[in-house]
């Protein structure tokens, strides 16, 4: 039984996609990538075994697997923590590649197949660039080469939280006023909402920067504040910089403080 509101490839879309390759060979070319915006636009063929990855949605095809699975996406829709591929990842090279390697008939996991009405599943090994070994699952539609979905079986290029953290980061942003800075940490709850909102000011004139959680209430709106801790102005080589560490570092002091200050209100 398919998820609730997922769309998959239908058959029609499968065979579209299967024609095309026929006919654009050179898509098996390294360096040559389609673009589109349909989500049967074909993107690549694999060398070795000719496996198609189509553009697809957040379901299926390569925007599923880039937006569940790549380490550097800050897509917080998903309720779960996918397993991520590794920091070194490039999506549009390694992916094929990757699947290319694991689809092997030694690879086809037939009792280990959830959904076999649908998909077919390959479990394999692959050394990454950065030389470690790495368990894969790939999903290819039913009796086809059309990828429906690749990842690491295993998290251990997740950034961690502290246990029992049930939230998740949403899109860090920073804002200039006058010589301040204002850095906004969101934390959302398995519904999309704002729970928590960890600020840090960087007040310029003073060499300070002051971090106050912010809590919102079952609204999402802000409802009061709990001080966090005041020090010397962290630096960074630039903006981009540090909205990258706040983005995708991981924020154990942070989020621990989160927790105990959830606890506290509870009691």
Known sequence: ML??????????????????????????????FSVGNDIKTLLKISFKNNLLLAKGNLFTGFEHIHHRHEFWTIDPTFKDNPSRFNKNSIPFLDYIKIADDIFHSNNLKIEKNKRP???????GYREDS??????????T????????????????????????????????TIENISNDELIKIPYLDLNQKI??????????????????????DE????????????RTIDGFESQ??????YQYHELTAFEDFILKTEKQISK
Request: glycine share 2%; aromatic share 14%.
């Open 130 to 139: 950065n030389k470690t070994v790495t368990e894969y699952k790939l999903l």
């Open 195 to 216: 729970k928590y909102m960890m600020l840090i000011h960087k007040i310029r004139n003073q060499n300070i920067e002051k971090a106050i959680l912010i809590i919102h």
């Open 240 to 245: 981009t910089h540090e909205l990258f560490y």
């Open 141 to 172: 539609y039913k009796n086809s080469k059309v990828i429906h979905a690749l990842f690491p079986t295993d998290k251990k290029n997740n950034t961690k939280s502290p246990n029992k953290f049930k939230y998740k980061r949403g899109f860090v």
């Open 117 to 123: 009405e649908l998909f077919d599943l390959y479990i």
């Open 3 to 32: 998820l609730e509101s997922e769309i998959l490839f239908t058959q029609d879309e499968i065979t579209q996609i299967e024609n095309f390759a026929k006919n654009n060979p050179i898509y098996k070319n390294e360096f040559i």
């Open 219 to 230: 609204k999402g709106q802000a409802s009061h504040k709990v001080d966090f801790d005041e």
